[in-house]
């Protein structure tokens, strides 16, 4: 039973790991049990519980398979009567929150069965209750035997008054004392219960029987005994065993009348109760620290509680530190007024040992005489010792458990023994769970390192980040004294092991050294790859790996290798240096799995730098698949704007030619028939009136001034036109797409007239001054129609940062700059500058990169200066520069050889 309670309170301090994996995260517990066990989940609007989960023994006792069981509700597992006994016991636990227990029988192959049936409340992480605990404890045999017991109680009923005197008091003390509370007589009881021979208290006072503390109220009991003249029983109290220790015990006093009636003396029956006493303390620390406390606390205060039990000076608890039981680790040792340092010693020859070796040592006196060779008995004075072993629940001990005095132990041993043992369960069932602890919590920490290995995988595709990562998180981890990642080298000769990431506090890093014997033989190591576990240097058969490990000091190392996609082979080194280290098949799976995660980082990297390569081949490909597709868009616009340029030229140059051809013929007539009237009028001053008046009407003096004046400007305005005209063929060269020698100068004159609208003056601001510094260039070999658009897109930007200047500062004098010279390696350099808002640094290499402008969305494509530099560059084998200066201008220098090569298609 008491296991059975351990079990359950275990149980319940686990409901939410029970609840997501009862099956394997509890399975000692669940099927190593021996009683049946059965998870109901909470319906609460269907007002019924259904079967989550059932061990193999809970099927058995309802008869049931647990496949039919699982997923059924109360009222479909079971019958009608039993359903609702189960139903309300139930809702009973959940309403009161408490464990409900009752009884149950049930049928089972023709045969009755007894059940003891616990109900608990399990909560969720919002402290709701959703789900129930069923435990079932077959309780048939108890049932038999109370029968077979109430059958015997009736056949002793008759004779058990005649005999009731004897059998109570057979193993008790039986006194009685006067009214003034002297003793008239002891039983032989007294010496067993007492120490002392009966004839020597006889005719003594009656208070030195009891503790003094307890002393008033065995007084009141006995007072209201002789003044009510009735019988008190169950007066508890301390009595002292010789000059030792305080026992428990219980009296029953009755007054004593004489003949007359009159009270003239008490007599009591006093009973050791010490042994129950000590097993109600020990049941109830049991059961309140296992609710209260666990882990370290608990231990503490099972030892106090020990000590304070058996009355003795010291108790402890040890665990062992491996299957070998050689050494022990002293966990908790409580001295009677504190708590000692923790420390390991050595088994051999200790009582210790010998419990471990027995499952329980009982030594009552002379310790020391026993185990002569264990010093720490005589430096603790150690007269008694009582010990039991701690097992698992596999039955394999795993510490000890006791008790130590420097008095001879003088306590029931049966029942020591049974509390002790009793003690030792409850521990042995706190230590597995504080091993499952530090497995669940190990377990953690590796996924959590392999979680933070996996979103370094996702955050940094950055080879060495993610290798110094995983060196820092194992180095951590693992509590090293060195750990490496190395590369496995085989273009040199030897091949070498190259240390790429390290960590360590005791020695400088190695990052960059390389070594052929870092790891041993590569000849043995590479063709399979196998994890090397080396937990003593010194024997480690394979030489050359010894002879490194030896030279640096090394005492255990573990080398786990991985291997990449494109065969590159590495290898994470974990050393001690301090001291000789045992791997655990923890610590080996733990490198292997961050290995694991290492190699698949290393290739996702890997790819991601292939990717990352072809991704930037596409743009670049791009990049120039839109640059071509703009510039044949610019180039078919700027053909299809040659095409009508040249025709509006056309068209308007034949009118205009006969408008200016006879305009001249024109002048000479006007002028003839000026000279006639004038003659007319010199020949004939008196005219007619009709002639007079239309000479009035026509206002012939005017006209005679004016009319030349108007045919003038007529020859004016038909050259101007004629000029245009030029120009536009001149800056459409739709019949030079070949090389040709061109006057370059014919071509900047013949841009700066289409853009002579946007340089003249306007209403608020002046002429933009052009500056014209031709030198003496040779004609020029080039394609002519693009190094015109090279101009216009040139001046187009200097006379557009001119106008933001001047619209800053009105005041500001606008000049464009041209100079022309050749060099001499012949080439002819063209300047352009301007006196502008000048280009910020930050962007004057940005300015020839395809679509890139600095112009408002829908005035600038972006690609003028690009296909300026692609012209000049390219077609015609020069180079395009620009200086400027913010705030003060920018000057754009085109060089190109006189002479070409070859044309440039």
Same mark, same amino acid.
């Given at each position: 039973?008491?296991?059975?309670?351990?079990?359950?309170?275990?149980?319940?301090?686990?409901?939410?790991?029970?609840?997501?994996?009862?099956?394997?995260?509890?399975?000692?517990?669940?099927?190593?049990?021996?009683?049946?066990?059965?998870?109901?989940?909470?319906?609460?609007?269907?007002?019924?519980?259904?079967?989550?989960?059932?061990?193999?023994?809970?099927?058995?006792?309802?008869?049931?398979?647990?496949?039919?069981?699982?997923?059924?509700?109360?009222?479909?597992?079971?019958?009608?009567? +039993?359903?609702?006994?189960?139903?309300?016991?139930?809702?009973?636990?959940?309403?009161?929150?408490?464990?409900?227990?009752?009884?149950?029988?049930?049928?089972?192959?023709?045969?009755?069965?007894?059940?003891?049936?616990?109900?608990?409340?399990?909560?969720?992480?919002?402290?709701?209750?959703?789900?129930?605990?069923?435990?079932?404890?077959?309780?048939?045999?108890? %049932?038999?035997?109370?029968?077979?017991?109430?059958?015997?109680?009736?056949?002793?009923?008759?004779?058990?008054?005649?005999?009731?005197?004897?059998?109570?008091?057979?193993?008790?003390?039986?006194?009685?004392?006067?009214?003034?509370?002297?003793?008239?007589?002891?039983?032989?009881?007294?010496?067993?219960?007492?120490?002392?021979?009966?004839?020597?208290?006889?005719?003594?006072?009656?208070?030195?029987?009891?503790?003094?503390?307890?002393?008033?109220?065995?007084?009141? $009991?006995?007072?209201?005994?002789?003044? +009510?003249?009735?019988?008190?029983?169950?007066?508890?109290?301390?009595?002292?065993?010789?000059?030792?220790?305080?026992?428990?015990?219980?009296?029953?006093?009755?007054?004593?009348?004489?003949?007359?009636?009159?009270?003239?003396?008490?007599?009591?029956?006093?009973?050791?109760?010490?042994?129950?006493?000590?097993?109600?303390?020990?049941?109830?620390?049991?059961?309140?620290?296992?609710?209260?406390?666990?882990?370290?606390?608990?231990?503490?205060?099972?030892?106090?509680?020990?000590?304070?039990?058996?009355?003795?000076?010291?108790?402890?608890? +040890?665990?062992?530190?491996?299957?070998?039981?050689?050494?022990?680790?002293?966990?908790?040792?409580?001295?009677?007024?504190?708590?000692?340092?923790?420390?390991?010693?050595?088994?051999?020859?200790?009582?210790?040992?010998?419990?471990?070796?027995?499952?329980?040592?009982?030594?009552?006196?002379?310790?020391?005489?026993?185990?002569?060779?264990?010093?720490?008995?005589?430096?603790?004075?150690?007269?008694?010792?009582?010990?039991?072993?701690?097992?698992?629940?596999?039955?394999?001990?795993?510490?000890? %458990?006791?008790?130590?005095?420097?008095?001879?132990?003088?306590?029931?041993?049966?029942?020591?023994?049974?509390?002790?043992?009793?003690?030792?369960?409850?521990?042995?069932?706190?230590?597995?769970?504080?091993?499952?602890?530090?497995?669940?919590?190990?377990?953690?920490?590796?996924?959590?390192?392999?979680?933070?290995?996996?979103?370094?995988?996702?955050?940094?595709?950055?080879?060495?980040?993610?290798?110094?990562? +995983?060196?820092?998180?194992?180095?951590?981890?693992?509590?090293?004294?060195?750990?490496?990642?190395?590369?496995?080298?085989?273009?040199?000769?030897?091949?070498?092991?190259?240390?790429?990431?390290?960590?360590?506090?005791?020695?400088?890093?190695?990052?960059?050294?390389?070594?052929?014997?870092?790891?041993?033989?590569?000849?043995?190591?590479?063709?399979?790859?196998?994890?090397?576990?080396?937990?003593?240097?010194?024997?480690?058969?394979?030489?050359?790996?010894?002879?490194?490990?030896?030279?640096?000091?090394?005492?255990?190392?573990?080398?786990?290798?991985?291997?990449?996609?494109?065969?590159?082979?590495?290898?994470?080194?974990?050393?001690?240096?301090?001291?000789?280290?045992?791997?655990?098949?923890?610590?080996?799976?733990?490198?292997?799995?961050?290995?694991?995660?290492?190699? %698949?980082?290393?290739?996702? $990297?890997?790819?991601?730098?292939?990717?990352?390569?072809?991704?930037?081949?596409?743009?670049?490909?791009?990049?120039?698949?839109?640059?071509?597709?703009?510039?044949?868009?610019?180039?078919?616009?700027?053909?299809?704007?040659?095409?009508?340029?040249?025709?509006?030229?056309?068209?308007?140059?034949?009118?205009?030619?006969?408008?200016?051809?006879?305009?001249?013929?024109?002048?000479?007539?006007?002028?003839?028939?000026?000279?006639?009237?004038?003659?007319?009028?010199?020949?004939?001053?008196?005219?007619?009136?009709?002639?007079?008046?239309?000479?009035?009407?026509?206002?012939?003096?005017?006209?005679?001034?004016?009319?030349?004046?108007?045919?003038?400007?007529?020859?004016?305005?038909?050259?101007?036109?004629?000029?245009?005209?030029?120009?536009?063929?001149?800056?459409?060269?739709?019949?030079?797409?070949?090389?040709?020698?061109?006057?370059?100068?014919?071509?900047?004159?013949?841009?700066?007239?289409?853009?002579?609208?946007?340089?003249?003056?306007?209403?608020?601001?002046?002429?933009?001054?052009?500056?014209?510094?031709?030198?003496?260039?040779?004609?020029?070999?080039?394609? $002519?129609?693009?190094?015109?658009?090279?101009?216009?897109?040139?001046?187009?930007?200097?006379?557009?940062?001119?106008?933001?200047?001047?619209?800053?500062?009105?005041?500001?004098?606008?000049?464009?700059?041209?100079?022309?010279?050749?060099?001499?390696?012949?080439?002819?350099?063209?300047?352009?500058?301007?006196?502008?808002?000048?280009?910020?640094?930050?962007?004057?290499?940005?300015?020839?990169?395809?679509?890139?402008?600095?112009?408002?969305?829908?005035?600038?494509?972006?690609?003028?200066?690009?296909?300026?530099?692609?012209?000049?560059?390219?077609?015609?084998?020069?180079?395009?520069?620009?200086?400027?200066?913010?705030?003060?201008?920018?000057?754009?220098?085109?060089?190109?050889?006189?002479?070409?090569?070859?044309?440039?298609?």
């Amino acid at each position: 039973m008491a296991d059975v309670n351990y079990r359950l309170l275990e149980l319940h301090r686990f409901p939410i790991g029970l609840k997501q994996n009862p099956l394997q995260l509890l399975n000692h517990l669940w099927e190593g049990v021996s009683y049946g066990l059965a998870l109901l989940e909470v319906l609460k609007q269907e007002q019924t519980f259904r079967y989550v989960a059932a061990n193999s023994k809970f099927a058995a006792m309802s008869s049931v398979d647990i496949e039919h069981l699982i997923g059924q509700t109360l009222n479909e597992a079971l019958p009608t009567e +039993t359903t609702r006994i189960y139903h309300d016991c139930c809702w009973q636990c959940i309403h009161s929150n408490q464990p409900i227990t009752f009884e149950q029988s049930f049928d089972r192959n023709g045969q009755k069965s007894w059940w003891q049936i616990t109900i608990n409340p399990l909560k969720n992480q919002d402290e709701q209750i959703d789900q129930v605990l069923i435990s079932a404890i077959d309780i048939s045999d108890r %049932i038999q035997t109370d029968m077979e017991q109430q059958q015997a109680y009736a056949t002793l009923a008759k004779s058990e008054a005649k005999f009731r005197h004897l059998v109570e008091n057979a193993n008790d003390l039986i006194t009685t004392w006067t009214l003034d509370g002297t003793i008239t007589y002891l039983s032989p009881g007294f010496y067993t219960l007492y120490g002392h021979s009966p004839d020597k208290w006889v005719g003594r006072s009656f208070a030195p029987l009891a503790h003094p503390d307890d002393l008033p109220g065995c007084l009141m $009991a006995s007072q209201q005994a002789v003044e +009510t003249g009735k019988k008190h029983s169950g007066i508890e109290f301390r009595r002292q065993y010789q000059q030792g220790n305080w026992l428990w015990s219980s009296i029953n006093m009755v007054p004593i009348q004489d003949a007359d009636g009159k009270i003239t003396s008490v007599q009591g029956i006093i009973r050791d109760i010490h042994a129950s006493k000590q097993q109600q303390a020990a049941l109830r620390f049991i059961v309140e620290e296992t609710v209260s406390k666990t882990g370290d606390e608990f231990f503490r205060s099972c030892v106090r509680s020990l000590s304070e039990i058996f009355q003795t000076q010291y108790a402890f608890i +040890t665990q062992c530190t491996d299957q070998t039981y050689s050494q022990c680790d002293m966990l908790v040792f409580w001295t009677g007024q504190h708590f000692a340092e923790p420390y390991t010693f050595n088994l051999a020859k200790t009582p210790c040992e010998y419990v471990l070796q027995n499952k329980v040592g009982l030594f009552l006196e002379s310790l020391q005489t026993q185990f002569p060779d264990d010093p720490n008995l005589a430096t603790l004075q150690a007269e008694s010792y009582l010990g039991a072993a701690i097992t698992d629940s596999q039955g394999q001990a795993i510490g000890t %458990i006791g008790v130590i005095d420097t008095r001879h132990f003088a306590e029931n041993v049966e029942t020591a023994q049974s509390i002790l043992q009793l003690f030792a369960a409850r521990v042995g069932v706190e230590m597995e769970r504080n091993t499952a602890e530090a497995a669940l919590r190990e377990y953690a920490e590796r996924q959590a390192l392999i979680n933070r290995l996996t979103n370094q995988i996702r955050n940094s595709l950055d080879v060495n980040s993610i290798l110094e990562t +995983t060196i820092q998180e194992l180095y951590t981890l693992l509590q090293v004294d060195w750990c490496a990642f190395t590369w496995y080298d085989p273009s040199v000769t030897p091949a070498v092991w190259k240390v790429v990431a390290d960590q360590s506090h005791h020695q400088s890093s190695l990052v960059g050294s390389c070594s052929p014997d870092l790891i041993g033989s590569t000849d043995e190591i590479i063709p399979h790859l196998d994890t090397i576990r080396i937990d003593q240097a010194e024997s480690y058969q394979e030489p050359s790996h010894r002879a490194s490990l030896m030279a640096s000091g090394v005492q255990s190392r573990l080398c786990v290798p991985i291997q990449t996609q494109r065969e590159q082979i590495g290898m994470i080194l974990c050393d001690h240096q301090q001291q000789q280290h045992t791997w655990t098949d923890r610590e080996v799976e733990l490198v292997q799995a961050v290995a694991d995660q290492l190699a %698949i980082a290393i290739n996702q $990297a890997d790819l991601y730098e292939q990717s990352r390569s072809k991704s930037k081949t596409l743009q670049a490909t791009l990049k120039e698949l839109r640059q071509t597709q703009a510039q044949m868009i610019q180039s078919e616009k700027m053909s299809s704007l040659g095409q009508l340029v040249a025709g509006i030229a056309h068209e308007i140059n034949n009118p205009v030619n006969f408008i200016h051809g006879n305009v001249n013929y024109v002048d000479e007539y006007a002028r003839g028939l000026l000279e006639l009237v004038t003659l007319y009028q010199q020949s004939y001053p008196e005219s007619t009136d009709a002639i007079s008046e239309k000479i009035e009407d026509l206002d012939l003096d005017f006209v005679r001034h004016d009319l030349p004046k108007l045919l003038d400007s007529m020859q004016v305005g038909t050259e101007r036109i004629r000029e245009i005209v030029k120009s536009l063929r001149l800056f459409s060269r739709l019949d030079e797409s070949e090389f040709k020698p061109v006057n370059l100068h014919d071509g900047i004159e013949s841009t700066l007239m289409i853009l002579q609208n946007r340089l003249k003056s306007r209403q608020s601001d002046s002429e933009i001054e052009v500056i014209k510094n031709y030198g003496a260039l040779p004609l020029i070999e080039c394609f $002519a129609g693009q190094l015109n658009q090279v101009f216009m897109n040139i001046l187009t930007n200097a006379i557009d940062a001119v106008e933001e200047k001047r619209s800053r500062i009105p005041s500001h004098p606008a000049t464009i700059q041209i100079t022309t010279a050749v060099t001499e390696d012949q080439q002819a350099i063209i300047r352009f500058a301007d006196n502008g808002i000048g280009i910020p640094e930050s962007i004057q290499a940005q300015i020839f990169d395809p679509f890139f402008t600095t112009k408002p969305i829908g005035q600038g494509t972006g690609m003028g200066m690009s296909i300026s530099y692609q012209i000049v560059t390219e077609k015609h084998r020069g180079q395009i520069i620009c200086h400027s200066t913010p705030d003060h201008g920018t000057e754009f220098v085109v060089q190109i050889p006189i002479h070409q090569i070859r044309p440039q298609q």
